[in-house]
């Protein structure tokens, strides 16, 4: 049989990417989308062109009945959960005293929370096979800050901790969680950059360009394939920021 994954955020950007890679490796895709059905149905009607049936499942998930939801369907279809990408995310610049409650809420919920009970949700069955693979998409902000960008680091930081403390509390399960944390990516996320700014992305980084949804992907089809990385977060960024 072949593997379960579930990808959220996947109607958009680097999740859109991530989860047509997988499902052309032979890996049975379910892909979450909350507000853009639209692009959700185009990515599955494209990849039925190339005889590729995905899973499409609208799902808010920075709410625990909804993510309960999307993974009892999962279940219920599948019986198994192999493969999670928390990739479902929102960015948020304010300066930090105007920042309110509820900017908190809504950045924190949909980034970390979100990591957090989808994580708790697919768990058990992980367990119950003995086998399993959680990839968190980070930012490269959660390892060195951003100004402007509190919440949004804030969130990105939590979720590389618990990538790793989760790392070591799985293990022994044959569970493995990792982070890829993404530098600059072209994606709607960065629709606000001009091109002056782009351009000063593009010189600061030693491979000369920002990154593409595919340069996250294929991270992400790697550290499936892999049997022995856990616990790592990894920034993808062209060399941009380099720790
Ligand atoms: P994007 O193009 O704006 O796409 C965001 C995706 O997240 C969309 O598919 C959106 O789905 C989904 N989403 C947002 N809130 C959701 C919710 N409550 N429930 C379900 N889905 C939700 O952004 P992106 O650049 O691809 O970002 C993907 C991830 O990479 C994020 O976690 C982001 O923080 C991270 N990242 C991006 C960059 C970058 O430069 N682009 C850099 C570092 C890290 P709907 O439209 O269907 O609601």
Same mark, same amino acid.
């Given at each position: 049989?072949?593997?379960?994954?579930?990808?959220?955020?996947? &109607?958009?950007?680097?999740?859109?990417?991530?989860? #047509? @890679?997988?499902?052309?490796? @032979?890996? @049975? $895709?379910?892909?979450?989308?909350?507000? &853009?059905?639209?692009?959700?149905?185009?990515?599955?009607?494209?990849?039925?062109?190339?005889?590729?049936?995905? +899973?499409? $499942?609208?799902?808010?998930?920075? #709410?625990?009945?909804?993510? @309960?939801?999307?993974?009892?369907?999962?279940?219920?279809?599948?019986?198994?959960?192999?493969?999670?990408?928390?990739?479902?995310?929102?960015?948020?610049?304010?300066?930090?005293? +105007?920042?309110?409650?509820? +900017?908190?809420?809504?950045?924190?919920?949909t980034n970390l929370y979100?990591?957090?009970?989808?994580?708790?949700?697919?768990?058990?069955?992980?367990?119950?096979? #003995?086998?399993?693979?959680?990839?968190?998409?980070?930012?490269?902000?959660?390892? $060195?800050?951003?100004?402007?960008?509190?919440?949004?680091?804030? &969130?990105?930081?939590?979720?590389?901790?618990?990538?790793?403390?989760?790392?070591?509390?799985?293990?022994?399960?044959?569970?493995?969680?990792?982070?890829?944390a993404p530098g600059a990516?072209?994606?709607?996320?960065?629709?606000?950059? &001009?091109?002056?700014?782009?351009?000063?992305?593009?010189?600061?980084?030693?491979?000369?360009?920002?990154?593409?949804?595919?340069?996250?992907?294929?991270?992400?089809?790697?550290?499936?394939? +892999?049997?022995?990385?856990?616990?790592?977060?990894?920034?993808?960024?062209?060399?941009?920021?380099?720790?």
């Open positions: 049989m072949s593997k379960i994954a579930i990808i959220t955020g996947a &109607s958009r950007g680097i999740g859109r990417e991530i989860a #047509k @890679q997988l499902a052309k490796s @032979q890996i @049975q $895709v379910i892909a979450n989308y909350n507000n &853009s059905e639209k692009e959700a149905i185009q990515l599955k009607r494209e990849l039925e062109k190339q005889n590729i049936i995905i +899973d499409i $499942v609208k799902a808010d998930i920075s #709410k625990r009945e909804e993510a @309960q939801r999307l993974v009892e369907f999962v279940l219920k279809k599948y019986h198994k959960v192999d493969i999670l990408i928390n990739n479902a995310g929102i960015s948020e610049y304010k300066i930090f005293t +105007d920042e309110t409650d509820e +900017d908190w809420d809504r950045v924190i919920n979100s990591a957090f009970i989808m994580s708790q949700e697919v768990i058990p069955s992980m367990v119950h096979h #003995k086998n399993g693979c959680i990839i968190n998409i980070s930012s490269i902000w959660g390892m $060195v800050g951003s100004s402007l960008e509190v919440l949004y680091s804030i &969130s990105k930081a939590g979720m590389n901790g618990m990538t790793k403390a989760l790392a070591k509390e799985l293990g022994p399960s044959n569970i493995r969680v990792n982070a890829i990516i072209d994606t709607a996320m960065n629709a606000n950059l &001009s091109r002056e700014e782009l351009e000063q992305l593009e010189e600061d980084t030693p491979l000369g360009r920002i990154g593409k949804p595919e340069d996250i992907a294929k991270c992400v089809t790697w550290l499936v394939e +892999d049997t022995f990385t856990t616990g790592q977060v990894i920034s993808v960024n062209g060399g941009w920021i380099i720790t």
